[in-house]
T-cell receptor, first 114, second 113 residues
């Protein structure tokens, strides 16, 4: 049962254009959503997050949008740069048995073309 | 950088042998996690710890055990490695800051022949 889904395994975008990465979830008890970026041979690094009580959070070129009614979130990168080429994981936080757990999607590989 | 190191970084072993992976952190974070990353599955939680000697199972815990005898070290043990445990293993810590995001170590690539 995949509670967090990233249905696009890959995405190619031209440098300078907008990249939109999508994520869908099924569990309405998730209270935080996070995006991580991962380069080859490195651990994931935290990028941006959003609380379930918000609908938008912005940090520089990165904006995350949350649509709770649709159980959908998206990450917008504007403008896209070649250095943004990486695998992006969506994650959702769940409080269970008094501890926070994080459920990850399968990732989307973004390639920004120069 | 949350001061997380993993050892070894790469390991090749044979089916049936025991393997222990180590995660070390330098900032006394209470929560530590072990994940495995596989193509088509993203990151899946194996075990986690919420304090010294306090551990619990994640979604893919079968075949794995963990121990945490000190705050800074979280060990993952494969009692008898199988080829299905070939994967990249990541350790993570959770901060107590406002965002409560996780910080990951650099990973251990394990190959079981």
């Amino acid at each position: 049962d995949q509670q967090v889904k990233q249905n696009s395994p890959s995405l190619s975008v031209q440098e300078g254009r907008i990249s939109i990465l999508n994520c869908d979830y099924t569990n309405s008890m998730f209270d935080y959503f996070l995006w991580y970026k991962k380069y080859p041979a490195e651990g994931p690094t935290f990028l941006i997050s959003i609380s379930s009580i918000k609908d938008k959070n912005e940090d520089g070129r990165f904006t995350v949008f949350l649509n709770k009614s649709a159980k959908h979130l998206s990450l917008h990168i504007v403008p896209s740069q070649p250095g943004d080429s990486a695998v992006y994981f969506c994650a959702a936080r769940l409080l269970t048995s008094g501890t926070y757990k994080y459920i990850f999607g399968t990732g989307t590989r973004l390639k920004v073309l120069a | 950088d949350a001061g997380i190191t993993q050892s070894p970084r790469h390991k090749v072993t044979e089916t049936g042998t025991p393997v222990t992976l180590r995660c070390h952190q330098t900032e006394n974070h209470r929560y530590m996690y072990w994940y495995r990353q596989d193509p088509g599955h993203g990151l899946r939680l194996i075990h986690y710890s919420y304090g010294v000697k306090d551990t619990d199972k994640g979604e893919v815990s079968d075949g794995y055990s963990v121990s945490r005898s000190k705050t800074e070290d979280f060990l993952l043990t494969l009692e008898s490695a199988t080829s299905s445990q070939t994967s990249v293993y990541f350790c993570a810590i959770r901060t107590s800051g406002s965002w409560n995001e996780q910080f990951f170590g650099p990973g251990t690539r394990l190959t079981v022949l």
